[in-house]
């Protein structure tokens, strides 16, 4: 259960629906959504693509730690959708595990996310073969997401709204 101070974070692989879910939580509790992707467009005034292009993914990683730690270093408490490599970094990750802070890892199988998932603006990383690039992810990030996460739904085969009432209940 989520307590009234904790910010709720959504972690889980592009196209998982951490953007949907979150603001149909956010509705339901009340909350400001903030999705870390979003931040950082906003903040930059680039897309996503254009930093992983002409500043490359380090780069980006830095600019999502700083979005990440600015979300949780806010008093009110958030429903947070952290883009996909969000675990990545050790550091992100112990910001995860803060007593204020609730982790759920929507959990879904890459070769279904493949179905759903489109490259785009800020999915650059999806342009060439999207099937081998999720289930490599899924493969790297999985040890990631369960160690963060306090509650893992997995998200196969279930409408957005079964998804929300499985996290508020
Ligand atoms: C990424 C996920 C994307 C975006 C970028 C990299 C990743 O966000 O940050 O393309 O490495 O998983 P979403 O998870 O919101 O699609």
Redesign the pocket.
């Known amino acids: 259960m989520i307590a009234a101070g904790q910010h709720l974070v959504l972690v889980g692989?592009?196209?998982a629906g951490?953007?949907t879910v979150g603001r149909l939580l956010g509705e339901r509790l009340g909350r400001r959504v903030v999705?870390?992707?979003a931040v950082i467009e906003a903040q930059t005034g680039r897309t996503?693509r254009e930093i992983?292009e002409h500043d490359g993914e380090p780069a980006?990683r830095t600019l999502?730690t700083a979005a990440l730690l600015e979300a949780l270093a806010d008093a009110e408490p958030l429903v947070i959708?952290a883009?996909?490599?969000v675990v990545l970094r050790e550091e992100n990750r112990a910001a995860l595990r803060r007593p204020d802070v609730r982790v759920v890892w929507l959990a879904a199988d890459p070769a279904v996310l493949v179905e759903r998932v489109r490259s785009g603006a800020?999915?650059?990383?999806l342009d060439d073969d999207p099937a081998g690039t999720l289930r490599r992810?899924h493969e790297t990030r999985e040890s990631l997401y369960r160690e963060v996460a306090d509650l893992i739904v997995s998200v196969d085969g279930r409408s957005v709204t079964d998804v929300v009432e499985a996290i508020l209940r």
């Open positions: 692989l592009m196209g951490k953007s999705d870390s992707d996503v992983f980006f999502e959708a883009a996909g490599g800020h999915r650059p990383a992810m």
